[in-house]
């Protein structure tokens, strides 16, 4: 079973930038379509991004031309580069196959405030 593993959020001001990671294990995580899921406090989990095991990508419309997903299969690792943040980008972001299917990690906290 791959496991996930989320870094780097932090605290931001609007306009800022963070790069969130998301480390998997497993010699399988290059075969996966992976996503990007966010939560923010009171509302339900929702897709951020997706990006396939050759690399297309797809983005929710409020992030598009803000956020890049990427990936480095040698690595086993994912990326989302989030730049212009804004206050309603603020919420736990999470990694996970696309559809999600493995066991959620911990997630990594975003928060976009002045």
């Known amino acids: 079973q791959v496991q996930l593993v989320e870094s780097g959020g932090g605290l931001v001001q609007p306009g800022g930038s963070l790069r969130l990671s998301c480390a998997a294990s497993?010699?399988?995580?290059?075969?996966?379509?992976m996503g990007w899921y966010r939560q923010a406090p009171g509302k339900q989990r929702e897709l951020v991004a997706t990006?396939?095991?050759?690399?297309?990508?797809n983005y929710r419309d409020s992030v598009k031309g803000r956020f890049t997903i990427s990936r480095d299969n040698a690595k086993n690792t994912m990326y989302l580069q989030m730049n212009s943040l804004k206050p309603e980008d603020t919420a736990v972001y999470y990694c996970n196959a696309f559809p999600s299917r493995l066991t959620w990690g911990q997630g990594t906290q975003v928060t976009v405030s002045s």
């Open positions: 497993g010699s399988i995580f290059s075969s996966y379509a």
């Open positions: 990006i396939t095991s050759l690399g297309n990508t």
